[in-house]
Nanobody
Framework: QVQLVESGGGLVQAGGSLRLSCAAS????????MAWFRQAPGKEREFVAA????????IYADSVKGRFTISRDNAKNTVYLQMNSLKPEDTAVYYC????????????????WGQGTQVTVSS
């Protein structure tokens, strides 16, 4: 079992920045990946970004490319999401997830989930 705890959400004005953190209770081995998803009210959960635990390759959704940066700290079993130039349409609950074999864009491909953290961007 992997437990994930997110932090760092909040209220920010458009154009501002936030950094989300997600700490895993155990080390992610091998070909695993950690990812961020988000879900706005009335919408499907959507992929935001993922990082491969071994090697550090990253993947972004087109909607956040150039504004968000995902990174990991292997020693702390933690993944971060630096969000810059935030827009009102970025408002959502942000979830951290772990997939034990590679990464995927589909939420139902992930094995473990955090409880989510609210990000609200005011215009």
């Amino acid at each position: 079992q992997v437990q994930l705890v997110e932090s760092g959400g909040g209220l920010v004005q458009a154009g501002g920045s936030l950094r989300l953190s997600c700490a895993a209770s155990t080390r992610i081995f091998g070909n695993g990946a950690m990812a961020w998803f988000r879900q706005a009210p009335g919408k499907e959960r959507e992929f935001v970004a993922a990082v491969m635990w071994s090697g550090g390759s990253v993947i972004y959704a087109d909607s956040v490319k150039g504004r968000f940066t995902i990174s990991r700290d292997n020693a702390k079993n933690t993944v971060y999401l630096q969000m810059n130039s935030l827009k009102p349409e970025d408002t959502a609950v942000y979830y951290c997830a772990v997939r034990l074999r590679g990464w995927a864009r589909a939420a139902d491909e992930y094995d473990y989930w955090g409880q989510g953290t609210q990000v609200t961007v005011s215009s």
